[in-house]
């Protein structure tokens, strides 16, 4: 299975925006699923945003309106667009590819720090 490196992590103060982005040794667009995970200390691995290859998208309600998620076949990426953050969002964030929804079997990166402070 391919390997995922997320980049574009940081620190930021609330309101602000980041750009993740996840790259392959192999093409994104051949994971019929692929998403974004985050976890907070002490908390378990949450589901952000996730995407098919048909495009699909789905959200966490937290994120809804403020988060956006997005192949670019181009540069050969999976993006997540995060505006208006909030302390809460920080975290570390996670890719992940697989060909089932859940991502039982997907590829994971190592993570990238996201956080909001002030």
């Known amino acids: 299975q391919g390997q995922l490196v997320e980049s574009g992590g940081g620190s930021v103060q609330p309101g602000g925006s980041l750009r993740l982005s996840c790259t392959s040794s192999?093409?994104?667009?051949?994971?019929?699923?692929m998403g974004w995970y985050r976890q907070a200390p002490g908390k378990q691995r949450d589901l952000v945003a996730s995407?098919?290859?048909?495009?699909?998208?789905n959200y966490a309600d937290s994120v809804k309106g403020r988060f956006t998620i997005s192949r670019d076949s181009v540069k050969n990426t999976l993006n997540l667009q995060m505006n208006s953050l909030k302390p809460e969002d920080t975290a570390v964030y996670y890719c992940?590819?697989?060909?089932?929804?859940?991502?039982?079997?997907?590829?994971w990166g190592q993570g990238t720090q996201v956080t909001v402070s002030s």
């Open positions: 192999r093409i994104i667009f051949s994971f019929a699923f």
């Open positions: 992940v590819g697989g060909y089932t929804s859940d991502f039982r079997d997907g590829s």
């Open positions: 995407t098919t290859r048909g495009g699909f998208t």
